[in-house]
């Protein structure tokens, strides 16, 4: 059964950095992109950036480049997100997903395959 795990969220004043971690299992894990999306309350799930676990491929949105890097470990079957500068914006539920490198649609959509049961990132002003 596949599963992803999320872990390293919590409470960071504004300026403060916080490293999520998405512990995969169950699946091929370098056929796989791994998608970082988070949903702040009364607002759409935003995606935020991802990483091809074939050829280290990386995306980013605009309201994360430059201070978020994402980052895999395939030795270890684990995607980290180093959050710097963080922003009392990025408050959110951070979810990480999984999807099939093949379907060549992880980069456009959020139609992601498996998904993680989400960490709290709570930014404070």
């Known amino acids: 059964e596949a599963q992803l795990v999320e872990s390293g969220g919590g409470q960071v004043q504004a300026g403060g950095s916080l490293r999520l971690s998405c512990a995969a299992s169950?699946?091929?894990?370098?056929?796989?992109?791994i998608g970082w999306f988070r949903q702040a309350p009364g607002k759409e799930r935003e995606g935020i950036s991802c990483?091809?676990?074939?050829?280290?491929?990386?995306y980013y949105a605009d309201s994360v480049k430059g201070r978020f890097t994402i980052s895999s470990d395939t030795s270890k079957n684990t995607v980290y997100l180093q959050m710097n500068s963080l922003k009392p914006e990025d408050t959110a539920v951070y979810y990480c997903?999984?999807?099939?490198?093949?379907?060549?649609?992880?980069?456009?959509?959020?139609?992601?395959?498996?998904w993680g049961q989400g960490t709290q990132v709570t930014v404070s002003s």
């Open positions: 997903a999984a999807d099939l490198i093949a379907k060549n649609s992880y980069m456009y959509s959020d139609d992601y395959d498996f």
């Open positions: 169950g699946f091929t894990f370098d056929d796989y992109a």
């Open positions: 990483i091809s676990n074939s050829d280290g491929t990386t």
